[in-house]
Each structure stands twice: as structure tokens, then as C-alpha cells.
T-cell receptor
Framework: AAGVIQSPRHLIKEKRETATLKCYPI?????VYWYQQGPGQDPQFLIS???????DKGSIPDRFSAQQFSDYHSELNMSSLELGDSALYFC???????????????FGQGTRLTVV | AQSVSQHNHHVILSEAASLELGCNYS??????LFWYVQYPGQHLQLLLK??????LVKGIKGFEAEFIKSKFSFNLRKPSVQWSDTAEYFC????????????FGTGTQLKVEL
């Protein structure tokens, strides 16, 4: 079965550089979530999109931005990278929810970003 | 603010021992509850979930969890662990009005020794 695809799997950037992470949701899933998991930490919600519109926002720095495109894939853009941005970035997708919260999110394998 | 807590940060068990990992949340409204497992270097995999109905839910790999609403708890159990269960386990919750974003607990690192 198709899963959530994230690219790249690994990324090494220098401080102050920019990075773009991509997420391709499961077919027919129109909701995408981004999470950041620092070393030894629990995943923290960054941002989500539903039908190409931002649906919720968590602890996402102003240096980060994201969008969802017409084919429902999403990109997380990170600028002025800092050492503390080194983390595993997960994308998850779910079926259309509307106002229903009983849905399951499926996670991708993550992008490991290392800032040096 | 809504939160999720896992009290056991590190657990070491011998194979065939029984497992119970605690998870509590703070929120008075409706919740959906999840347990995820993360093997070293891997992504999060869903073990089981509770939306409504029977508070005792069974998941994959022999895991089960019980939702006790009065205690705001959703503890994970397995009667007999295996070496391959060595991983990190996360409890997660979605809250009414919080969309479907997951709030995770801090995780429990389980090590199963042969």
C-alpha cells in the first residue's frame, strides 16, 4: 500500500542556509501535518494543511514556512538555519476530516536534518 | 493547556516479562488516544487507537490499551515482551477543538533484554 513519502531522507546544511523538505501524502489524503522531533524529544506539531489551506499552526518558528500544493503534496521551507533546527521532521497525512476528529494520521519516514 | 504525560521514561525488562506503560492526559473534553512505536532510526508506527466504544482496545504485535476516563489514562500493556519490542513508545492524544493534530507524551524508551 502507498505510504507517505518524504524527501530527502537525510539533509546536511550549514548555519544560515535554507532547506526545503517535501512530503507526498497517501493518495486521497488531503490533510497534511508537519512535526519536528529533536534529539531525545517527543514530536512537536508545527503546522497542518487541509485542502491546500493552513488549518492549524503550532510551535513553528517564523523562519519556517510551509504550503500545500494543488496535488496535495506539501513543502516545509526553512531559512536562516540554526544548529537547534537539527531534528527529524515528520510529515503525516490523513483522510478528509471536515469537522470530524476521528481519523488516523499516517506518518512518513521523516527527513533527518543536520545543521552544522 | 492540554498535555500528555508518560511517567516511565526508561524501562528495562527481560524477555517474557509483562509490560505496562502509563499515559495520562489533562483535558476534560472528548479525546482520541493513540500509542505509537518508534524503532531506532525509524518513523512512527501506530500500535493502536481509541476513538469510542469498548475502552479496551487491541492493537498490533500483541499490544493492548485500556482507556479509563475517570483516571484520564490510556495505559499500554503487553503480557509477554520480546527482544524485538525494544523501541521508544509514544502516547498521543487529539483533543476536541484541537483539530487532528497530535499532542505527544515525552516517550518511554523500552529495552528488552534476552
Amino acid at each position: 500500500a502507498a505510504g507517505v513519502i518524504q524527501s530527502p531522507r537525510h539533509l546536511i546544511k550549514e548555519k544560515r542556509e535554507t532547506a526545503t523538505l517535501k512530503c507526498y501524502p497517501i493518495p486521497r489524503h488531503d490533510t497534511v501535518y508537519w512535526y519536528q522531533q529533536g534529539p531525545g524529544q517527543d514530536p512537536q506539531f508545527l503546522i497542518s494543511f487541509y485542502e491546500k489551506m493552513q488549518s492549524d499552526k503550532g510551535s513553528i518558528p517564523d523562519r519556517f514556512s510551509a504550503q500545500q500544493f494543488s496535488d496535495y503534496h506539501s513543502e516545509l521551507n526553512m531559512s536562516s538555519l540554526e544548529l537547534g533546527d537539527s531534528a527529524l521532521y515528520f510529515c503525516a497525512s490523513s483522510l478528509p476530516t471536515g469537522n470530524v476528529m476521528n481519523t488516523e494520521a499516517f506518518f512518513g519516514q521523516g527527513t533527518r536534518l543536520t545543521v552544522v | 493547556a492540554q498535555s500528555v504525560s508518560q511517567h516511565n521514561h526508561h524501562v528495562i525488562l527481560s524477555e517474557a516479562a509483562s509490560l505496562e506503560l502509563g499515559c495520562n492526559y489533562s483535558y476534560g473534553g472528548t479525546v482520541n488516544l493513540f500509542w505509537y512505536v518508534q524503532y531506532p532510526g525509524q518513523h512512527l508506527q501506530l500500535l493502536l487507537k481509541y476513538f469510542s466504544g469498548d475502552p479496551l482496545v487491541k492493537g498490533i504485535k500483541g499490544f493492548e490499551a485500556e482507556f479509563i476516563k475517570s483516571k484520564f489514562s490510556f495505559n499500554l500493556r503487553k503480557p509477554s515482551v520480546q527482544w524485538s519490542d525494544t523501541a521508544e513508545y509514544f502516547c498521543a492524544v487529539t483533543f476536541t477543538g484541537g483539530g487532528n493534530k497530535l499532542t505527544f507524551g515525552t516517550g518511554t524508551q523500552l529495552k528488552v533484554e534476552l
